[in-house]
């Protein structure tokens, strides 16, 4: 799937766009199935995040380094190929 795939998705899944609510509301205010949504989307729209970062890393040649900070979040950021990485690379798609 690609990550235009992915969001066209995540707004199927969230037409109302509860994600834009304040934290304070999705806590309080959504029900389970409104949670479900929510959380359906969201996670959507990070995978495709994902593999846009991943296209990106590819068209440059790149690894992408991630590292765990909590549970829920990382830090990301792009870095040149370790050597045994490198030579993995086919032509890169276009």
Do not use: C, F
């Amino acid at each position: 799937m690609n990550p235009e795939y992915l969001e066209e998705l995540a707004q199927r899944a969230d037409p109302n766009q509860l994600w834009r609510l304040s934290g304070i509301d999705q806590r309080d205010k959504l029900t389970p199935d409104q949670r479900m949504q929510l959380d359906t989307a969201v996670a959507l729209r990070r995978y495709a995040s994902h593999l846009e970062e991943l296209r990106a890393a590819l068209l440059a040649k790149k690894s992408v380094l991630i590292t765990p900070l909590s549970p829920n979040s990382s830090a990301r950021r792009q870095i040149e190929s370790p050597p045994d990485h490198a030579k993995l690379y086919r032509e890169t798609p276009r």
